[in-house]
């Protein structure tokens, strides 16, 4: 069946590669993106999610769209050591990764209940369990997955099943810009995945696939690691 999904931070990265499957699956896409894309795979509204004031559209834009399922992709890393991370940074990093969750998520609920048919995921990290200057960034993934289980059992009877993928390191335009080949970045995150390797940004984008999917139903409150084995090597 057509359905029609939501993705924030959808103009590249993970966001664009799920936008291209969902579309490519006979969905129907809306994006949220500061910056325009040539040929965005839906219809992209561009809006700047650390700004406050842009929180009021982003509802209604899940309202207007009657979306039966959001991904909240959009993300602030703001990397510092212990020692030299400010109150303000902590709360632009959490404001940023949570607050459009919320507003999403709530914007679409009544709709989605409504249906008997719903679809969350939340974006999360690695990161979670553990890594050095991510104080910030970590616990604002870390809130997210929380949302999850606890979203998930609320909406356990409703239809609505919400669940988390915490990507590893995925080669995207960001990760590449700040870990170029050969840096010691790349070395760093390498040797941390048994698979010796990097996440493509489509694979990511897979694993979300099945989770906003009908095949999915019986899967919700849960997080899933797409990450090389990364979690667990």
Same mark, same amino acid.
């Given at each position: 069946?057509?359905? *029609?999904?939501?993705?924030?931070? $959808?103009?590249?990265?993970?966001?664009?590669? +799920?936008?291209?499957?969902?579309?490519?699956?006979? #969905?129907? &896409?809306?994006?949220?993106? *500061? #910056? $325009? &894309?040539?040929?965005?795979?839906?219809?992209? #509204?561009? +809006?700047?999610?650390?700004? *406050?004031?842009? +929180?009021?559209?982003?509802?209604? &834009?899940v309202r207007e769209g009657v979306v039966d399922g959001v991904v909240n992709n959009v993300g602030l890393v703001r990397a510092a050591p212990l020692g030299g991370i400010s109150v303000d940074t902590l709360d632009e990093v959490l404001r940023v990764n949570l607050h459009p969750a919320l507003v999403a998520a709530q914007a679409a609920l009544p709709g989605m209940t409504a249906r008997g048919w719903g679809r969350i995921v939340n974006i999360s990290s690695l990161t979670v369990l553990g890594s050095v200057e991510r104080t910030s960034y970590a616990a604002a993934k870390a809130a997210l997955e929380s949302f999850t289980r606890g979203w998930a059992l609320e909406l356990a009877t409703t239809g609505t099943t919400v669940n988390a993928v915490a990507p590893g390191p995925t080669e995207t335009e960001l990760f590449r810009a700040n870990n170029p080949p050969g840096s010691e970045g790349e070395a760093r995150y390498l040797a941390g995945v048994p698979m010796r390797r990097f996440g493509k940004p489509e694979e990511i984008a897979a694993a979300i696939a099945f989770l906003l999917s009908d095949d999915a139903a019986f899967i919700t409150g849960q997080t899933l690691h797409v990450d090389g084995g990364a979690s667990v090597g």
């Open positions: 069946m057509k359905r *029609r999904f939501l993705i924030s931070g $959808a103009s590249k990265g993970i966001g664009l590669a +799920l936008a291209s499957r969902l579309t490519a699956q006979g #969905h129907d &896409v809306i994006g949220i993106a *500061r #910056h $325009a &894309v040539d040929a965005f795979p839906g219809r992209l #509204h561009l +809006l700047d999610l650390g700004d *406050r004031d842009a +929180l009021g559209r982003l509802a209604d &834009v």
